[in-house]
């Protein structure tokens, strides 16, 4: 079994910044990547920014120069480093791991944690 945990969510004005965390905890498993998701209400969930065991990055367009991913050297916390803030960015952030089993993978989701940019 493997848990996944988000932190670091909250209300910030526009402009802003804020640090999400999300660490990994459970049987051993070998990770391939850690992303961010985000979701708001009555749309689709959608991708964020990634972080491979390579640490290859890729971010979605509307983040890139805002946001920075990173991991610890354990490959067990993942971190999103959200500067200049808008009020777009508001939305529950969700923190996925892909472990890799063999040739097979299997991605495991954190619960969510909310980012709201309000004045």
């Known amino acids: 079994q493997v848990q996944v945990m988000e932190s670091g969510g909250g209300l910030v004005q526009p402009g802003g910044s804020l640090r999400l965390s999300c660490a990994a905890s459970g049987n051993s498993f070998s990770i391939a990547t850690m992303a961010w998701y985000r979701q708001v209400p009555g749309k689709e969930r959608e991708f964020v920014a990634r972080i491979s065991v390579d640490k290859s990055t890729d971010y979605t367009d509307s983040v890139k120069g805002r946001f920075g991913i990173s991991r610890d050297k354990t490959l067990s916390t993942v971190y999103l480093q959200m500067n200049s803030l808008k009020t777009e960015d508001t939305a529950v952030y969700y923190c996925?791991?892909?472990?890799?089993?063999?040739?097979?993978?299997?991605?495991?989701w954190g619960q969510g944690t909310q980012v709201t940019v309000s004045s």
């Open positions: 996925k791991i892909t472990g890799r089993y063999g040739i097979n993978f299997k991605d495991y």
